[in-house]
């Protein structure tokens, strides 16, 4: 097995344009620090390589990720026996004003949407503020805060199905729901995001409060995934944990935050299957004690 991914590597790398790597360890490239190696890991130079590269990997029915900046995952400790795609190159990392909207390439970090709105005088945007990830992987899990998503924001999003073809999504025609949307059947290319004018004043003290509310609730100080759990509704899975008296139990180097019960932190050389087992032992304990079954926020590559 190991040989045919080596041999099919060589020949592709003959045609491929972008970055092009094997046996690449996720944890690298996961804000968890966790995860096994991607058999190929591959950066796309452009569309057309994006699209080259979709097509080898269907003609030799290979399974195939996309991970953005990792911030929302738990890659398995044997990694994934696949490609893992990245958009991580200019072409993808494009930020421009368009028509009233800021456009976003897949790859461009939620801070950098932040900064350049800020610099427009653009406001709606701040909440992102302090939000680990890309626009790409924002939009499939419709990231956000308590009371704003993503969504909110979102004009229109291009994207790319497995085929290679290439379509514009109204915001009409796709399903956003909390901490979730129907957008992983495609890779994104880009999106629209609809802002409007703002005092830059007041922009400016709205992005800091965001963050200085980040900063003081949330546990930064180590490698994580953000919250682990959504929150069922009504109820904050974060206080329900600590309800529990869980924060601060640990399994092998995971750890339930000290901080943010719905934090759990790599604590040095954390496995999946630490971080797995402790949430095993969350969701029965809050079974337990409030008969509310938590479902995971994060995505487990398996
Ligand atoms: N709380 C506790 N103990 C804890 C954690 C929280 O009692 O260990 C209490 C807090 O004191 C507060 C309430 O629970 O009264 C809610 O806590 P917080 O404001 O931290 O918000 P959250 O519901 O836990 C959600 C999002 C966060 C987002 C914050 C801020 C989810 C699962 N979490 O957290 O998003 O940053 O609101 O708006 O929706 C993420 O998605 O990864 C994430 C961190």
Same mark, same amino acid.
């Given at each position: 097995? %190991?040989?045919?991914?080596?041999?099919?590597?060589?020949?592709?790398?003959?045609?491929?344009?972008?970055?092009?790597? $094997?046996? *690449?360890?996720?944890?690298?490239? $996961? $804000?968890?620090?966790?995860?096994?190696?991607?058999?190929?890991?591959?950066?796309?130079?452009?569309?057309?390589?994006?699209?080259?590269?979709? &097509?080898?990997?269907?003609?030799?029915?290979?399974?195939?990720? !996309?991970?953005? =900046?990792? &911030?929302?995952?738990? !890659?398995?400790?044997? @990694?994934?026996?696949?490609?893992? #795609?990245?958009?991580? $190159?200019?072409?993808?990392?494009?930020?421009?004003?368009?028509?009233?909207?800021?456009?976003?390439?897949?790859?461009?970090? #939620? &801070? %950098? !949407?932040?900064?350049?709105?800020?610099? #427009?005088?653009?406001?709606?945007?701040?909440?992102?503020?302090?939000?680990?990830?890309?626009?790409?992987?924002?939009?499939?899990?419709?990231?956000?805060?308590?009371? +704003?998503?993503?969504?909110?924001?979102?004009?229109?999003? +291009?994207?790319?199905?497995?085929?290679?073809?290439? +379509?514009?999504?109204?915001?009409?025609?796709?399903?956003?729901?909390?901490?979730?949307?129907?957008?992983?059947?495609?890779?994104?290319?880009?999106?629209?995001?609809?802002?409007?004018?703002?005092?830059?004043?007041?922009?400016?003290?709205?992005?800091?409060?965001?963050?200085?509310?980040?900063?003081?609730?949330?546990?930064? &100080?180590?490698?994580?995934?953000?919250?682990?759990?959504?929150?069922?509704?009504?109820?904050?899975?974060?206080?329900?944990?600590?309800?529990?008296?869980?924060? @601060?139990?640990?399994?092998?180097?995971?750890?339930?935050?000290?901080?943010? =019960?719905?934090?759990?932190?790599?604590?040095?050389?954390?496995?999946?299957?630490?971080?797995?087992?402790?949430?095993? #032992?969350?969701?029965? *304990?809050?079974?337990?004690?409030?008969?509310?079954?938590?479902?995971?926020?994060?995505?487990?590559?398996?």
């Amino acid at each position: 097995m %190991q040989e045919i991914f080596l041999r099919l590597a060589m020949n592709w790398q003959k045609s491929l344009k972008g970055k092009f790597r $094997t046996r *690449e360890f996720l944890k690298e490239h $996961t $804000t968890f620090k966790i995860g096994g190696p991607a058999k190929i890991f591959f950066e796309p130079r452009d569309i057309k390589d994006l699209r080259l590269s979709l &097509s080898l990997v269907k003609k030799n029915r290979i399974p195939i990720l !996309v991970i953005g =900046a990792g &911030s929302n995952i738990l !890659v398995n400790d044997d @990694g994934f026996k696949g490609m893992v #795609l990245r958009l991580n $190159t200019p072409s993808f990392k494009k930020i421009v004003l368009k028509h009233n909207c800021l456009e976003a390439g897949s790859g461009v970090l #939620l &801070s %950098q !949407v932040v900064l350049k709105a800020k610099g #427009l005088g653009l406001s709606g945007a701040e909440f992102l503020s302090g939000i680990p990830g890309t626009v790409g992987g924002a939009l499939i899990m419709n990231a956000g805060i308590r009371e +704003k998503n993503i969504a909110d924001l979102v004009e229109d999003v +291009k994207v790319m199905d497995y085929n290679g073809n290439i +379509k514009i999504l109204n915001k009409n025609n796709i399903k956003f729901k909390y901490r979730s949307s129907n957008l992983s059947q495609y890779i994104i290319l880009s999106a629209r995001l609809k802002l409007r004018k703002k005092d830059p004043r007041k922009i400016k003290e709205k992005i800091k409060k965001y963050f200085v509310y980040r900063k003081l609730t949330h546990d930064l &100080s180590k490698p994580s995934a953000g919250c682990v759990f959504k929150n069922p509704t009504g109820y904050s899975a974060g206080r329900l944990i600590d309800l529990c008296g869980l924060k @601060g139990k640990r399994i092998g180097d995971a750890s339930i935050s000290f901080k943010h =019960a719905n934090f759990i932190v790599n604590i040095g050389n954390a496995r999946a299957k630490d971080v797995l087992k402790l949430m095993s #032992l969350i969701r029965r *304990e809050v079974k337990k004690k409030f008969n509310i079954s938590l479902k995971p926020e994060i995505k487990i590559w398996k």
